[in-house]
């Protein structure tokens, strides 16, 4: 790990479309000794929670931070539009996630990173969203084919998601709706109107992982005992479900309850930024 030796290159609030909340960050290393071992890295890409209705690409600048400048790799966190007023509704978060996708695959030699490595980081409902794009392919195969305007270039898109970490997952609205009834009135309804089957149909536990394009890249899944917003089962069924039922890249899906922290407290925690650090560096060690 350079750490130390390398500066974080901030480009802010580049546009992947043409809304102002279609906007994502890309953290560059850059190693300023020696300009001639510049090799573009992976890009690990974050998606930030708040129930999509709050929330920001900042809320998750910090562990960003630390694994850009801990594994010297690039780092994009993104915003999507979230559901403050009423014509915001499902899908529009997922596919505006899924376009942010697109233009970081599509725009990778610009910017020095490798897009055939990219790792999705997802907090909360951006774990939701994370498993949404590769449980429900629909929504990244969309955006890309309109971005690449290249089906094979799709599938490679798909090939080039090398691991998933989700952090105090939602996965399943139904579930999530019987453990909090208030939740449907405070979020669910705003962001998916009010018909039950649009809940299970948008879950990514209710989508057969036959239907995904490739296998399910590596899944590290983490929640905290401590967490006050969403039940540990929402983690719990996912990873026994994603066990029991889908082919994983070399088997490779790990719950990880031992970290502390709340629902947001958890993004602090050292052991959370070490654990997907190291997660991603386990990963890359396996060309
Ligand atoms: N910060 C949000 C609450 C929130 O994000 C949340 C609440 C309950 C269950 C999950 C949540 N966030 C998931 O992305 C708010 O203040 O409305």
């Not at 009135?185 to 705003?190: D, L």
């Not at 967490?227 to 994983?248: A, P, R, T």
Request: some cysteine; aromatic content about 10%; overall charge negative.
């Amino acid at each position: 790990m350079n750490q130390g030796m390398c500066e974080l290159k901030l480009h802010a609030d580049i546009p992947y479309s043409s809304h102002p909340q279609q906007t994502l960050d890309l953290y560059i290393p850059t190693l300023h000794n020696d300009t001639s071992t510049k090799v573009p890295t992976p890009i690990v890409i974050l998606i930030h929670g708040g129930a999509w209705v709050t929330g920001d690409k900042k809320d998750l600048e910090s562990l960003g931070k630390f694994i850009s400048s801990s594994t010297n790799f690039a780092v994009a966190l993104i915003n999507y539009r979230i559901s403050k007023t009423p014509e915001i509704k499902h899908p529009v978060h997922i596919n505006d996630v899924a376009a942010a996708i697109s233009w970081i695959y599509l725009n990778s030699d610009k910017y020095s990173y490798r897009n055939d490595r990219m790792y999705l980081v997802g907090h909360s409902i951006g774990a939701f969203l994370s498993a949404q794009l590769v449980f429900i392919p629909e929504y990244l195969i969309n955006a890309a084919n309109s971005y690449l305007k290249n089906t094979e270039k799709t599938k490679e898109l798909f090939n080039s998601i090398r691991g998933i970490v989700g952090i105090e997952g939602i996965y399943d609205i139904p579930s999530l709706l019987e453990r909090w009834p208030d939740y449907k009135k405070k979020f669910v309804e705003p962001a998916f109107g009010t018909d039950p089957e649009v809940y299970k149909s948008a879950s990514p536990q209710y989508h057969s992982c036959n239907d995904a394009v490739t296998t399910i890249p590596p899944y590290l899944i983490i929640h905290s005992l401590e967490d006050e917003l969403v039940d540990i089962d929402q983690s719990n069924n996912f990873y026994e479900y994603v066990k029991q039922n889908c082919k994983v890249d070399e088997g490779w899906v790990k719950l990880e309850t031992g970290i502390k922290g709340t629902h947001y407290g958890i993004l602090k925690e050292k052991e959370l930024e070490l654990g997907v650090v190291e997660f991603i560096l386990l990963r890359e060690a396996k060309i």
